[in-house]
């Protein structure tokens, strides 16, 4: 019995350690490729709603060119890069170039 626990504690140490290596190089290219796929989904998940639940303010962009949606509570908003809504006043929205 004593054996066994003198190769298993040994094993056990060794496989935490090896373990809390891992975590911590995740945080390289691996966690930064999920970072990205994250935010991509977020993003296309908030427009996605948007575009279902509220309306597209035709004619009009947010100064950067991005989609202005309106809320049910007639609040201006556009989605960013990481799937967040920020919200614009009316006079800060522009025309739309393309019209």
Same mark, same amino acid.
Request: a positive charge; charged letters at 20%; hydrophobic letters at 35%.
């Given at each position: &019995?004593n054996?066994? #626990?003198?190769? *298993?504690?040994p *094993?056990?140490?060794l +496989?935490?350690?090896? &373990?809390?290596? @891992?975590?911590? +190089?995740s945080?390289g290219s =691996?966690?930064? @490729?999920i970072n990205?796929?994250?935010?991509?989904?977020a993003? /296309? *998940?908030? !427009?996605?709603t948007?575009a /279902?639940?509220d #309306? =597209? %303010?035709?004619g !009009? =962009? *947010?100064? $950067?060119g991005? @989609? /202005?949606y309106? $809320?049910k509570?007639?609040? %201006? %908003?556009w989605v960013?890069?990481?799937?967040?809504?920020i919200y614009? +006043?009316?006079?800060?929205l /522009?025309?739309?170039?393309?019209?």
């Amino acid at each position: &019995m004593n054996k066994l #626990k003198l190769l *298993a504690i040994p *094993a056990l140490l060794l +496989s935490l350690s090896t &373990m809390a290596q @891992t975590q911590t +190089s995740s945080k390289g290219s =691996v966690g930064r @490729t999920i970072n990205k796929i994250g935010n991509k989904t977020a993003e /296309v *998940a908030v !427009k996605g709603t948007a575009a /279902v639940g509220d #309306k =597209v %303010y035709k004619g !009009k =962009v *947010a100064p $950067n060119g991005q @989609t /202005v949606y309106i $809320n049910k509570h007639s609040h %201006y %908003y556009w989605v960013n890069a990481r799937g967040k809504k920020i919200y614009i +006043s009316k006079s800060k929205l /522009v025309d739309d170039p393309k019209k």
